[in-house]
C-alpha cells in the first residue's frame, strides 16, 4: 500500500502562486510515477501533470504548461507542484496519484490516490 498526502492548497489572487506538496510513504515510493490531477466543481477530473519514478521525464496538460512545474525528492517521498501565474480556471481540488509503471496522463491507470487539496484563485 502506498498512503499520499496533500498539502500547500489555500487562497491566492489571480497571477499568484502556490507550491502543492504530496507526501508519499508505504512502498518504495521511488520505484512509482507520480501525478497530479485535479477537479473543478462540476467537472470532471482531469490529468495536470505526471514525472516518472527517476524524475528524468515530465509531462505536462497543455493547459498548465509553462505555468506549473512537477518535481519529486525521492529521498524525501515527496513530490512537488509548483503553479506560477495561476488564474482562476485553476480553481480545484487538486490530487496527487501513484501509478506503479508509467508516469500517465490517464487517471484510470493510477494505483493511489490521497484525499486532495483546495486551491482557489480569486480575482
Known amino acids: 500500500q502506498v498512503q499520499l498526502v496533500e498539502s500547500g492548497g489555500g487562497l491566492v489572487q489571480v497571477g499568484g502562486s502556490l507550491r502543492l506538496s504530496c507526501a508519499a510513504s508505504?512502498?518504495?515510493?521511488?520505484?512509482?510515477?507520480m501525478g497530479w490531477f485535479r477537479q473543478a466543481p462540476g467537472k470532471e477530473r482531469e490529468f495536470v501533470a505526471a514525472?516518472?519514478?527517476?524524475?528524468?521525464?515530465?509531462y505536462y496538460a497543455d493547459s498548465v504548461k509553462g505555468r506549473f512545474t512537477i518535481s519529486r525528492d525521492n529521498a524525501k517521498n515527496t513530490v512537488y507542484l509548483q503553479m506560477n501565474s495561476l488564474k482562476p480556471e485553476d480553481t480545484a481540488v487538486y490530487y496527487c496519484?501513484?501509478?506503479?509503471?508509467?508516469?500517465?496522463?490517464?487517471?484510470?491507470?493510477?494505483?493511489?490516490w490521497g484525499q486532495g487539496t483546495q486551491v482557489t484563485v480569486s480575482s
Open positions: 514525472v516518472s519514478f527517476s524524475g528524468g521525464r515530465t
Open positions: 508505504g512502498r518504495i515510493v521511488s520505484s512509482y510515477a
Open positions: 496519484a501513484a501509478n506503479y509503471y508509467i508516469a500517465s496522463r490517464s487517471g484510470s491507470e493510477y494505483d493511489y
